[in-house]
């Protein structure tokens, strides 16, 4: 017996950007295991190996229910993105779910000495890229019924709510990715359009990795004395957002591991 998300599910094309690690990765799995008898994904990622092993790893674990397409997007190239949808086989471009998930940290440093670069990939990746990949899937959404039907899943932070010292670009583009997703959810009132943002907490993945340069004992440090929460604690709670009744909207969440209160509200274990 399926139960009543995976019958919401079913039929649907999935799009999760950054799906070759971490959330992504995590969120790509608990689609395919939510509703695996008829479901399509497209895994977007610039380390298209990788998101080869994740379409053969589901292939594994769920069979043939799921159709999986690893794709090659880098999500701050505008071109990229303008050409993604139409660079697809048909059979994939008729998306119902896009999971805005790409995203990255650069580094700690504080005005004046932050590397302008970093400032770049940050704002390119994370906001420019989020809102270009948005208006790539929209026109799709907006040819259905009632004004237009899809889900957009956008992944925030608690740091776009709550700045702290040391990552204040970080910080500026996920509160970017915030008001960018609650005009859009009032632009769409008219529609069937669902506007969804998830703000994790602190998550074990290959984010602080990516922040410390590729330095792991820098990253091993952040979650010291911490229990993080796990990619698959986010992943569930995106595919329990995009499996409500469609007149339920998960508009906002805000998602903390019980020692976390806040960016620096940390409880360790000495
Ligand atoms: N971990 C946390 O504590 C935490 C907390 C709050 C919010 N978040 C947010 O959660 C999201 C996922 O992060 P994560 O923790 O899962 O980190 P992660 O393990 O480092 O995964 C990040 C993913 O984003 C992809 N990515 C980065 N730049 C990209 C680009 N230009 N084009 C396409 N894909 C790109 C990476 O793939 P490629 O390198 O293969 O392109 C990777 O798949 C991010 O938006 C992050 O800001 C994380």
Redesign the pocket.
Known sequence: MATAMAKRLEGKTILV?????????STAKEFARTAPKNLKIIL????VD??KEIAQEIKEEVGDGVKVLPAK?????PEEVKNFVSSLPAEFQDIDILVN?????KGVAQAPNIDPQDVD?MF???VT?LINMTQAILPIFKKRSEGGRGDIIN?????GREPYPGGSI?CAT?AAVRSFTDALRKELIATRIRIIEI????????????RFYGDKSKADAVYAGCE??T?DD?AEVIVFAAGRRENVVIADTLIFPSHQASPGAMHRKV
């Open positions: 950007t950054g799906a070759s690690s971490g959330i992504g990765r977007a990622a610039r380390r990788t998101l997007l880098d999500v701050s190239n998930n790409a995203g990255l940290v990939v390119s990746t994370n890229g992944i925030g932070s608690i740091a970080y996920k703000d994790p907490g602190q998550v074990e993945t290959e984010f602080s990795v990516v993080p929460l990619p986010i």
